[in-house]
């Protein structure tokens, strides 16, 4: 062997055994003002005087250096030619690094230790595996073991995955990796991914739960960990790998030869590779390797994404470093107005900022977002910018921890439980949003180019054409087919490429079409719409866009906030995924047995004028000045709810705007013979499935049809909450209204829906019922001059059994029923535009004044008398008994 080669190696094992000791060295923070300034801290680093934290010095950029007690006097000397002034922000460093190495003791709760890990010190990377180990035995059928791949050195790259849901054949998972420890001296990161990790596993938080359960997490604490090694046993401070590839004399660069034994991974990724803030100097902090990905631990994760990314949906990618306090967006070789290189910024700078302000509500503690050029210095070659340019998932970011330089590398042990704890509460919040923002999507169904095209069949044999054309491939009916009849109208959805087929094939049977929707996608794409101030408070939604559910429920709760003493929240129960069904109580005057009114909206997920119409009652009964408004929302206790199928409605957000069901897959199969997709078997029709009549009429025992009325009667958790909601309440008061929401058709339906002509006396008050909803629709129509008509289902759309108002009426024996089914006619169906919904509601709200008007006039309740009422003739007994003394 050569002999040079041979010092070589003994150079590398000598300088590998002898353990750094920091003892006497200080540490100092300043900030270079001038050009000069620069090159006098670079002359610093040079001469060996000190060792910088990092290596990218600025103007304006605050630098950290480590001096030796024996050389202060000529770090002070260089500095004195400066205009900078230093901060000693630690007088001894190795003490410090003891500390960090000595367990803390708590007392109460905050004492948080799960299996063999406690979070108040600092694990070496034989722990953390350890405790892997032991989260995957206690976890078996939650917890898999995964080996992303090996180091330099040859140790596993370990880590687990979390899955709560196991993977279906047909069905794409929704995925989340975390990513530990790139670079080896930053410890907080292992433990604050590990803090998750049990966060994950034990909390009882029913966000926490949901972020764990719905998202499969590939979690990997120590992504280096040789360097982590080397960072206990040799040198606290080290932070690239140990490849001794490149091993060269550093005499040059004022340090260590040492230094050149590693790369720093996160710049040896491969993209923009070598374009700003690396180096192809071996002996300095960011030498980014001779060529891109020339580390086994960055091809290792990057092989790993690649292959993670086919197996389902990534979501999120979180790389954790520290220290600074940033969240930090790709891609960080731009700025300013480059950002915009990644073509969702906006959005992600939206879910960080989120998660910043929430962040800082638990201690104070300031994150800032942005561009890592903008709030950091430039880089390239990154972990978390080449996952975002390769896979262009939704949520690529790079977390850098506490603090903001106290003690930087070197976070006491008493801060991982605090710094754990926000870190938290910002995932939580980001997750909130990028579900906000609709991408917690597994496979998204676009409509892109759909068309609508409406007929009218005149005969037998041409509906029996229709049937057949239900069942081939590309063809939607937006009229339930079970429904379409000779002279009623029927609309399809169909793509772009049967259109001409789809012309041809109604020429043939003689049935005039006529267009009514050019691209379906551009409906749901304006109700998606945002205005551009969204987001500050929830009190400000004004009608003029659609909500999405947790949107819905932050206005609930803010409304309840602002009215405590008339509005009261409810939950009657969770859906099948288990969400609460959630709804606002109203009530003004709080008599021991009152007059009482349901509202209950979206029961059928697509129908979202149903969720601002009761939201807009509800605003309107506590804020109007309206005396008829006034009248009806003080006399009447009105339980509204907004949305009765959390699950579906989301499901509309987030994957399927058409969904009309719940999100049922007990009943899941293969929809192949009626030529949908399987999913649509993951849900029941909610309106079919109350027990009254049940699958009489109107409904199907196919999981595939969007009219499933469920396994049995009150087989689905929603519908039965609304059905032992009602019961409950009727014991408290008078339940004189139940009012249904559904769309589209503009009529105002009487129960029961299976009966017609004379058979509709089958309802006792039937025509009461009639006469209140016709005078009604009157009123309603006088508003924006939309017809609605009145009769029951089976008369004016069609036989419906096991509905949710046909329950109501029929089991529950509640006086005044209906349904009211809203705007439109089917220009837009389930797509009704945005500016639609506050005329849409004046006219309803209209319609219901007088609804209770005549129902007071056919002597379904008397209204008590009103408070000024009542002291005027207290005042007037006063007076009298006054008078009466004095005679």
Not at 421 to 429: G, H, K, Q
């Amino acid at each position: 062997m050569n002999f040079s080669v041979i010092f070589s190696i003994l150079i590398i094992t000598v300088a590998i055994a002898e353990k750094k000791s920091y003892e006497g060295y200080s540490v100092y923070k300043l900030t270079p003002k001038t050009v000069e300034d620069v090159v006098i801290l670079d002359d610093i680093r040079l001469k060996g005087v000190g060792e910088f934290w990092y290596d990218q010095l600025h103007v304006n950029s605050e630098a950290r250096i480590m001096v030796p007690k024996q050389n202060r006097q000529m770090f002070n000397d260089l500095i004195e030619q400066s205009s900078m002034k230093p901060e000693e922000l630690i007088q001894d460093l190795q003490r410090v690094i003891d500390e960090q190495l000595t367990p803390i003791h708590r007392s109460g709760a905050s004492n948080e230790s799960f299996l063999g890990m406690s979070w108040n010190q600092y694990y070496d990377l034989n722990q953390i595996n350890n405790w892997l180990d032991e989260v995957v035995k206690n976890y078996p059928s939650i917890v898999t073991p995964v080996v992303m791949g090996r180091s330099f050195e040859n140790r596993d790259i370990r880590g687990i995955i979390i899955r709560y849901k196991p993977r279906r054949d047909g069905t794409t998972p929704l995925i989340g990796m975390l990513e530990g420890t790139l670079h080896a001296r930053e410890w907080i990161t292992p433990a604050t991914i590990t803090w998750i990790v049990k966060e994950f596993l034990t909390s009882n938080d029913p966000e926490v739960r949901a972020l764990a359960e719905n998202i499969e997490w590939h979690i990997f604490p120590v992504v280096n960990p040789d360097g982590y090694v080397y960072t206990f046993t040799t040198n606290r401070m080290w932070r690239k790998n140990r490849s001794t590839q490149n091993f060269v004399s550093c005499a040059a660069s004022g340090v260590s030869d040492d230094m050149s034994n590693g790369i720093d991974l996160n710049r040896n990724f491969d993209y923009v590779w070598m374009t700003a803030g690396a180096s192809n100097n071996p002996c300095l902090n960011t030498f980014a390797g001779p060529v891109a990905f020339s580390e086994p631990e960055a091809r290792a994760i990057a092989n790993y994404v690649i292959d993670l990314n086919t197996q389902g949906k990534m979501i999120y990618y979180f790389g954790f470093h520290s220290f600074l306090q940033l969240i930090v967006i790709p891609f960080s070789h731009v700025s300013g107005q480059d950002v915009l290189l990644a073509n969702n910024y906006a959005d992600m700078f939206e879910i960080s900022i989120k998660g910043a302000e929430k962040l800082e509500e638990r201690f104070g503690t300031k994150y800032r977002v942005g561009a890592s050029a903008d709030i950091m210095y430039p880089m390239s070659g990154t972990s978390f910018d080449w996952v975002k340019h390769t896979t262009n998932i939704p949520v690529s970011l790079l977390i850098e921890l506490r603090d903001l330089g106290q003690y930087g590398f070197l976070l006491p042990a008493e801060q991982i439980i605090p710094t754990s704890l926000e870190i938290m509460d910002a995932l939580l919040e980001m997750d909130r949003t990028t579900r906000k923002l609709g991408y917690y999507s597994a496979e998204y169904v676009s409509y892109d180019n759909h068309k609508v095209y409406k007929l009218h069949p005149q005969t037998e044999e041409q509906v029996e054409l229709l049937r057949k054309l239900q069942d081939t491939e590309g063809y939607t009916f937006w009229t339930l087919f079970d429904y379409v009849k000779v002279d009623r109208e029927v609309r399809i959805m169909l793509d772009a490429n049967k259109e001409k087929e789809f012309l041809n094939y109604m020429k043939s049977a003689g049935l005039e079409v006529s267009k009514t929707v050019e691209d379906v996608q551009s409906l749901i794409n304006e109700q998606l719409k945002r205005p551009q101030t969204l987001g500050r408070s929830a009190l400000d939604y004004d009608w003029t866009y659609y909500p999405n559910l947790e949107e819905v429920e932050d206005w609930m709760n803010k409304t309840a906030e602002k009215h405590p003493d008339v509005v009261t929240l409810l939950d009657i129960g969770r859906s099948f995924e288990g969400r609460p069904i959630r709804g606002l109580k109203i009530d003004f005057k709080k008599v021991t047995r009152p007059v009482m009114g349901v509202l209950e909206g979206t029961l059928h997920a697509r129908e979202w004028i149903t969720t601002v119409t009761l939201t807009w009652l509800a605003n309107e009964f506590l804020n109007s000045k309206d005396p008829n408004v006034r009248f009806l929302a003080e006399n009447v206790v009105w339980h509204i709810f907004p949305v009765t199928n959390p699950d579906g409605f989301v499901y509309t957000f987030t994957d399927d705007r058409m969904w009309r069901k719940n999100r049922n897959p007990t009943n899941f199969t293969s929809c192949a013979s009626s030529n949908v997709r399987d999913d649509l078997s993951n849900g029941v029709d909610l309106n079919r499935n109350f027990g009254f009549l049940w699958m009489t009429v109107g409904a199907s025992q196919n999981p595939c049809a969007q009219t499933f009325a469920g396994a049995s009667a009150f087989s689905e958790p929603e519908s039965r909450a609304v059905a032992n909601y009602v019961l409950d309440i009727q014991k408290q008061g008078e339940l004189v209204y139940y009012m249904a929401f559904h769309s589209y058709s503009q009529m105002i339906l009487v129960p029961f829906s299976h009966t017609s002509g004379a058979a509709v006396l089958e309802v006792p008050n039937y025509a009461d019922l009639f006469e209140i909803a016709i005078r009604g629709a009157e009123k309603l129509t006088a508003v924006h001059n939309i017809p609605y008509q009145v009769g029951t289902s089976a008369d004016i759309l069609y036989e419906v059994s096991g509905s949710g108002f046909d329950w109501v009426k029929g089991v529950a024996k509640v006086p005044i029923v209906h349904l009211f089914e809203l705007r439109d006619v089917g220009q837009y169906g389930f797509l009704l535009p945005p500016e639609q919904i506050i005329p849409n509601n004046e006219e309803v709200m209209a319609g219901l004044i007088e609804m209770d008007r005549v129902t007071r006039e056919l002597g379904y309740y008397t209204p008590p008398p009103s408070s000024g009422f009542s002291n005027k003739m207290n005042a007037l007994l006063l007076i009298g008994a006054v008078m009466f003394a004095l005679v």
